[in-house]
C-alpha cells in the first residue's frame, strides 16, 4: 500500500474553480492506478476520475467529463485533480485512491477533503 494526503478542498461559488491534490508515499508508485472518488451526504461513493502513474489515458466519470482534469507530478509523487465549473452537486467528500495496476479493486485511500459548492 501507499500512503496518500489530500488538499485543496473548500468553499467555492458555483461555477468556480478548485484544484484537489493528493500527494503518495511509501511504496513505489509506478505501478499503480491513482483515482478521484467522492462521497456526498447520504449517497454512495463514486468513481471520478483515474489515471495511470506511469502514463496512460485518463478515464472520467461522466459527470466529470469536460470539467475536472486529473494529473500527475511525478517528481512530486503528486496526482491532481482540477476541477472547473463547479456545480452545487459536486459537493462531497473527495478521496484519492490508488491500486495496483493489474487489481480491480483500490486498496489505498487517503482521508478526503471536503469539496462545497454553494450556489
Known amino acids: 500500500q501507499v500512503q496518500l494526503v489530500e488538499s485543496g478542498g473548500g468553499l467555492v461559488q458555483a461555477g468556480g474553480s478548485l484544484r484537489l491534490s493528493c500527494v503518495a508515499s511509501g511504496r513505489t508508485v509506478n505501478s499503480y492506478v491513482m483515482g478521484w472518488f467522492r462521497q456526498a451526504p447520504g449517497k454512495e461513493r463514486e468513481f471520478v476520475a483515474s489515471i495511470p502513474w506511469s502514463g496512460g489515458s485518463a478515464l472520467y466519470s461522466m459527470s466529470a467529463k469536460g470539467r475536472f482534469t486529473i494529473s500527475r507530478e511525478t517528481a512530486k509523487n503528486t496526482v491532481n485533480l482540477g476541477m472547473n465549473s463547479l456545480k452545487p452537486e459536486d459537493t462531497a467528500v473527495y478521496y484519492c485512491?490508488?491500486?495496483?495496476?493489474?487489481?480491480?479493486?483500490?486498496?489505498?485511500w487517503g482521508q478526503g477533503t471536503q469539496v462545497t459548492v454553494s450556489s
Open positions: 485512491a490508488a491500486r495496483l495496476s493489474f487489481r480491480r479493486d483500490y486498496d489505498s
